[in-house]
């Protein structure tokens, strides 16, 4: 999914007739009174050749206080903070109404990209409706029969160019992940970020974890929103800074919460924001409250992050109001091994979000977590080392058939993947590739990053596999023939 796009308007403009046709079902309900649609409901949508995430938000209504048509009001200015794209309906047979033109007002403010759409403007008695439509200032409106199916052509005219640009942030924002390593190559090393291709970190953790004010202390400045209550960020949000010399490029995101307890739509669309923040990233922070650490969600966000290869380190937030701080570390470590033994030796640093201490150590463990993700071991190393751990404990024999480990090498970075070349790959239990790749960690200071390493084999090598057996006729014709050959 390239791009978001939400549909808003007033109550009965259809809305919800057009996000039905865009997904392709009848995924929300329709009716011609107005106000069926209270919460956002969000779907997969297919328009030609282009695949998107479409929002169809409740009815916009002039009302600011806590009354049910301010909090749908409310919820649906956030899912155009959070959209990419605004489709702003109007009922072309209605006309502009003093509502359309408070809310195209709003719309202009908060949102980059607003495409007007005149909906039910099929016949004659809409063309004065999409003629008012232009006074609004967002340029010239698509004319649209969601019933229909009318005008999604020039929807997709006008939607095309702005797919394109998402589609190059999105190439230009995802990390180079799985790089093939090529054994002849000079080794050149990591890549170093730069102010066009910085560092890309992650900060993720369950609502009130101190994400906003973490990446407040590190920029120096209020850029994020804070507060005591939990689940103020919505979206993932994208700063850029140059931190102790390092370029970086931080994403904010949103509370991950249980899915059980998540009930709003909007906190939906705002959890699988942070997840692709998790996919955009290089290194992950999850980032823990050291009051109650290691929750469910804690141990969720983290094993996400590894089973996406991507560099982890842990952070430990509200440091400062913590008692007795060297028992609680010890009991920290502990935890961290037992529950997350996937990522054994990841940096476990200490931080306070709200005094600075020990952003120091936050900076140095990005910093080394993505060094070692981008670690690379020479073939020759590899295989001197796999020789010693072979002797030290060979691999089981089931059902009495030896496994021979004949070869080793490295095939990928960011994250390290190697191969090993073996007889009866399949027969390999997961504890022995789990005491090799705890090897490679130990020995090749390889703390905490996702390693791959997969058992490929080499192929039988007899040369006469997959031939017809020689029966006696083929045999005596073969005899023959040779021993014509030698003269008998």
Not at 23 to 34: E, F, I, S, Y
Not at 88 to 116: K, N, Q, W
């Amino acid at each position: 999914m390239s791009f978001t796009l939400a549909i808003v308007g007033r109550p009965n403009v259809g809305k919800s007739t057009l996000f039905n046709r865009l997904v392709g079902k009848r995924l929300a309900l329709v009716d011609d009174q107005p106000g069926v649609t209270r919460d956002l409901r969000e779907g997969e949508a297919r328009l030609g050749d282009l695949r998107f995430t479409v929002i169809d938000t409740a009815g916009l209504e002039d009302a600011n206080d806590d009354s049910l048509q301010g909090r749908m009001r409310r919820l649906t200015e956030r899912a155009v903070d959070m959209a990419d794209i605004c489709l702003f309906m109007l009922d072309a047979r209605a006309g502009v109404t003093p509502t359309d033109e408070i809310f195209a007002d709003i719309l202009r403010r908060r949102s980059a990209h607003v495409i007007l759409a005149a909906n039910k403007a099929e016949g004659a008695a809409a063309d004065a409706g999409v003629y008012e439509a232009f006074g609004l200032g967002l340029g010239e409106p698509v004319r649209l029969s969601a019933e229909h199916g009318e005008g999604l052509n020039d929807l997709y005219a006008q939607l095309m160019p702005l797919a394109d640009a998402f589609a190059e942030r999105a190439a230009n924002d995802a990390p180079e992940t799985d790089v093939e390593l090529d054994e002849d190559a000079d080794d050149d090393g990591p890549r170093v970020p730069t102010a066009k291709r910085p560092l890309q970190v992650a900060v993720v953790g369950r609502p009130n974890a101190g994400k906003s004010t973490l990446i407040n202390k590190i920029v120096g400045e209020d850029r994020l929103l804070t507060g005591p209550e939990a689940g103020i960020t919505r979206d993932a949000i994208s700063l850029r800074m140059d931190w102790e010399g390092v370029p970086m490029r931080i994403f904010d995101t949103a509370g991950m919460r249980k899915k059980a307890r998540v009930q709003e739509k909007l906190e939906k669309l705002s959890v699988s924001d942070g997840l692709r923040a998790v996919k955009f990233a290089e290194v992950v922070v999850v980032l823990l409250d050291a009051a109650i650490p290691f929750e469910q969600q804690d141990l969720r966000i983290a094993d996400l992050a590894e089973r996406e290869g991507r560099a982890v380190v842990v952070a430990v937030n509200k440091w400062d109001v913590e008692d007795h701080k060297q028992e609680k570390l010890a009991a920290l470590r502990e935890a961290f091994e037992r529950l997350l033994p996937q990522l054994r030796g990841a940096p476990l640093v200490t931080v306070s979000a709200k005094t600075g201490r020990g952003m120091d150590r936050l900076h140095a463990a990005i910093v080394k977590a993505y060094d070692v993700w981008n670690r690379r071991v020479t073939t020759a190393q590899l295989n001197r080392w796999l020789a010693g751990m072979l002797e030290q404990h060979p691999p089981p024999a089931p059902q009495g058939k030896r496994i021979k480990l004949r070869y080793m090498t490295q095939a990928k970075t960011r994250p390290p993947g190697f191969v090993v070349m073996c007889s009866h790959p399949d027969k390999i239990p997961a504890s022995y590739t789990r005491y090799l790749v705890n090897g490679l960690r130990e020995d090749f200071d390889m703390p905490g990053t996702p390693i791959r390493l997969t058992m490929r084999g080499q192929g039988d090598k007899n040369p006469y596999k997959g031939r017809k057996k020689a029966g006696p006729s083929r045999l005596r014709k073969h005899l023959g023939k040779n021993a014509g050959k030698q003269g008998h």
